[in-house]
């Protein structure tokens, strides 16, 4: 006989058209209802996901939550998915997503002795390829989803997902949805009977259904007519699991294979919302830092207690931010608000324990000298780290005369190259200063340096200046040319009300650009009163960069651009605050180049490296985007970003996407307008934004070898105070020092079960690599050996200084 799994669930998200709490107050709702179902009819297997709602069971009605316990013993309940919750599954880090596994994982274990072997994500918009290894790594082989449902993902419903690295799951994309209509599951039955009467016997598929989107799930008018269509045909239709369906499917030979990611849906998406993107990288690569040094201050006897709980706290922070239509900007204003509340609170939490560690770390510094203000500067990362580093402290005293306090930056008595910028202070008094210095510091380390103070008659003046309608900066390795007639030109794009934008896949016409400021424009809108202010200007210039402004305008939207030129390297930061005033519209910063169509575009994905499509088709990627020439000798640019996940790519230019003026929480409904026409409707990411990206060029191989480091390092950057030492102790060691210009840490923490530490590497260009790790304080010198793309964990037991690979889920 043919067979029909039918899988029944009950789709809640979490926050959507609502807040949490009614998310909480349905799931308690939905979940009671469906342990009924389970107690009263023989044979019904009721599946559920998402260790948050549990939690909230849990914690809510706690005699709910021990009669589920006694269910999922019996086999009437069957636990599913077995992730925090359904995340987006493009956006999050690769890191983030182990995590999401991990702590859902941990918790399903401790709860309910379970263990799941299909990953769940029915709703989540598209599916990042790096997924296929962290899903098999966690002990899954098979992964359900839905979207992008307007097309098949992959070459068919049921196929072989493989990843970057060769990994390998199982897939099922559903094909008519994962919800059913109150009372009318039956028919959905019935439908797929018709569809798939022709089907060979034997093949098992698979059906879902239940009440869905704000909970609900069976219903008693549901069961009892699935009850009737049960044995009355050809085709044996059982209650089941997604487990169930692809222990079957493994018997189907020859499925087809499929190499690639799955995507793009709702490409809104991607931009929608960016405070919420913005601030969800951030908190990623605090916590993620913050965990590197409270696991080196821990590993050399600094602290009293290890904060287990509070990173708790802040990492459940951060599973919640990621849900998918949190992250994504799919969800209704009071819903991005407490989101932006609930990010803070673990950006809180990260703070105080950086500064746990980081002091801890500073310990056995010696005593400053007089005159001196001491500069340390925490190192993270496993390697040497050269950049610009900038720092701010008081001095000693105001200094109420003309004269100027210079700083001066020493490391070990020579002098570094510096230069003082304007604090973020606007107290116009020489007392608080910003001192910008070039270094390179030592891995996993604090690094100490001094700060002297010149008096001179007056701070010293930019030398550089426009010259023929351009501001020309040259250094030995890079030259720059700023048209002072246009500054730089944003391309400006036709957009509509729909924040998923579920009608396209990319963003035309350009309906307008950015254009400079003249200068009674730019002096008005700068708040200058004495003068007038050119839209172009150099604001800062010193031994270690130069600093230009260029103020433009579009419609009633106004823009700042910053550049940041460095004396020594090629990267150029580039800083953009952004006033937004326009509704139905997205504004994308295009970055040409020479190539024509002769080019690859490519971005990082979730422990991955995505090709992405050169034809307009907006994409999504993470911490950078590349744009190459094809030949191995050619040449490539890359842009790192601060948060900005969408970007599209066309004629040899890249186009990142930086704000979008849709609405909350509304798309497409048959012919209707996208939004009610009878009064104010609010638009997402109105007002003040701001953004970082630093861009590079070189040869293609070397360029795409360092771009994935150079990323880590820009968001998880050293930390740097101005703090004077009490001068007694000694000193801790480095931590973690890993040789080689390629392989990454991404983790360094304790393990779960609290004793022994936790180590993570990934190879990141797709080739073979290796490199010589050592633990100075545990005598450790151990060579890492990964395959391309290869994710490898390890625990570190400090009690014998023994370092062995360990199961990405640590040992569950």
Known sequence: MKKLHLISNAHLDPVWQWEWEEGA???????????????????????HNEALLYKWIEEYEPSLFSEIQRLVRLGKWHIMGGWYLQPDCNMPSGESLVRQILLGRRYFKDKFGAAPTTSINFDSFGHSRGLVQIMRRAGYDSYLFMRPEHKSAGPAEDFVWVGFDGSEVHAHQLSDGYNTLLGQAHKKIERWLEKYKDDDAGRPRMMLWGVGNHGGGPSRLDLDRIGELMGSGETDIVHSTPEAYFAELRGVPDLPRHADDLNPRFVGCYTSMIRIKQKHR??????????????????HGRLSAYPAQELSEAFHDLMVAE??????????????????????????????????AFFALAAGQPKAAPGEYPILVYNPHPHPVRGVFACEFMLEDQNWTEEFSMPLVYQNGKRMPSQPEKEQSALNLDWRKRVVFEAELAPASMNRFDCLIVKMQQKPQPRLAERDGAIRFGSPSLQVE?????????????DNADPWRMDTDKFEPVVGRFQLMSPARSTAFSGVVEGVLPAVRVVEDGEVRTVVEALLEYGDSALVLTYLLPKKGTEIEVQARLYWNEKDKLLKLSIPTVWGEDYEYAGQTAYGVQQLPRDGTEAVAQRWTAIAETSAEGHAVTLVNDGVYGSDSGGGAFRPTLVRGAAYCAHPILDRPILPQDRFIPRIDQGERTYTFWLNAGKRESRLRAIDREAL????????LSFFPAGGGNRPGPGIELDGDRLLLTAFKRAEDGTGYVLRLFEPTGEPGSAVLRIPSLGVTQEIRLGGFEIGTYRLDPADGSLREWELMEGM
Request: charge should be negative; hydrophobic fraction near 45%; aromatic fraction near 10%.
């Open 25 to 47: 107050a349905a799931a308690v709702s939905t979940f009671r209802a469906a342990a009924e179902f389970c107690r009263e009819y023989d044979g019904y297997v009721f599946n």
């Open 282 to 299: 951030q908190l990623e690569s605090q916590l993620f830092m913050t965990e590197k040094m409270l696991a080196t201050a821990a590993l």
């Open 323 to 356: 849900f998918h239509d949190i992250l994504p900007g799919s969800s209704i204003q009071a819903a991005e608000e407490s989101s932006l509340r609930l990010m803070d609170h673990g950006l809180e939490i990260a703070s105080r324990l950086k500064a746990r």
């Open 482 to 494: 700023i048209n002072t007639r246009t500054g730089l030109i944003d391309e400006y794009v036709a």
């Open 713 to 720: 390092v820009l968001h998880e950057r050293p930390y740097a």
